[in-house]
């Protein structure tokens, strides 16, 4: 029972373009959801992050936003980079779960 | 200086073996886990530790124990390795008594039984 969902396993954005990641979860007692990003044969790196209490979190040419009601989150990179070229993995958790759930990712390439 | 370090980064092994992976950390965090991915590249929680204290077993079969000597480090032991225990295992650490706050992880050891 998959509760966070990337359902795009890749994307293609031209250099200089904007980035749209998107992510879907089902569990209503998730409060706080994270982005993460990861390249081949490393570990996956904390990039942004957004609480419940937010619908938008920004950090240079990375925005998060976050629909509650539609139990929907995305990750905007603006201007993208050929060094953003990565899978992103979509994460949640809530206060007393004590973990984070992963989704399946989504494998970004930057094509210039 | 890494935050979370795991070894070995690569281990290739016979099915039937028993083999370890150690994880450390120097971030101070109260809590490390144990994630795993498989060949479809999801990110599985397999085990929590806080405080050398056991909270989360994802129904990881019990040919794997976690073991945390102390705060800083969580090792894990997998007993008659299997072909399909192959994966790549990631450790990683948060601190859970702070709220909102993200997990840091290793590099991940790649683990081919073959």
């Known amino acids: 029972d998959q509760q966070v969902k990337q359902n795009s396993p890749s994307l293609s954005v031209q250099e200089g373009r904007i980035s749209i990641l998107n992510c879907d979860y089902t569990?209503?007692?998730?409060?706080?959801f994270l982005w993460y990003k990861k390249y081949p044969a490393e570990g996956p790196t904390f990039l942004i992050s957004?609480?419940?209490?937010?619908d938008k979190n920004e950090d240079g040419r990375f925005t998060v936003f976050l629909n509650k009601s539609a139990k929907h989150l995305s990750l905007h990179i603006v201007p993208s980079q050929p060094g953003d070229s990565a899978v992103y993995f979509c994460?949640?958790?809530?206060?007393?779960?004590?973990?984070?759930?992963f989704g399946s990712g989504t494998r970004l390439s930057i094509r210039p | 200086d890494t935050a979370v370090s795991q070894t070995p980064k690569y281990l290739v092994t016979q099915m039937g073996n028993d083999k370890s992976i150690k994880c450390e950390q120097n971030?101070?965090?109260?809590?490390m886990y144990w994630y795993k991915q498989d060949s479809k590249k999801f990110l599985k929680i397999m085990f929590s530790?806080?405080?050398?204290?056991?909270?989360i077993n994802e129904t990881v079969p019990n040919r794997f124990s976690p073991k945390s000597p102390d705060k800083a480090h969580l090792n894990l032991h997998i007993n008659s390795l299997e072909l399909g225990d192959s994966a790549v295992y990631f450790c990683?650490?948060?601190?859970?008594?702070?709220?909102?706050?993200?997990?840091?992880f290793g590099q991940g050891t790649r683990l081919t039984v073959v």
């Open positions: 990683a650490s948060s601190q859970v008594r702070r709220r909102y706050t993200e997990a840091f």
């Open positions: 569990n209503s007692m998730f409060d706080y």
């Open positions: 957004i609480s419940s209490i937010k």
């Open positions: 994460a949640a958790s809530y206060d007393s779960a004590s973990k984070i759930i």
């Open positions: 971030l101070g965090h109260d809590t």
């Open positions: 530790y806080n405080n050398k204290e056991l909270i």
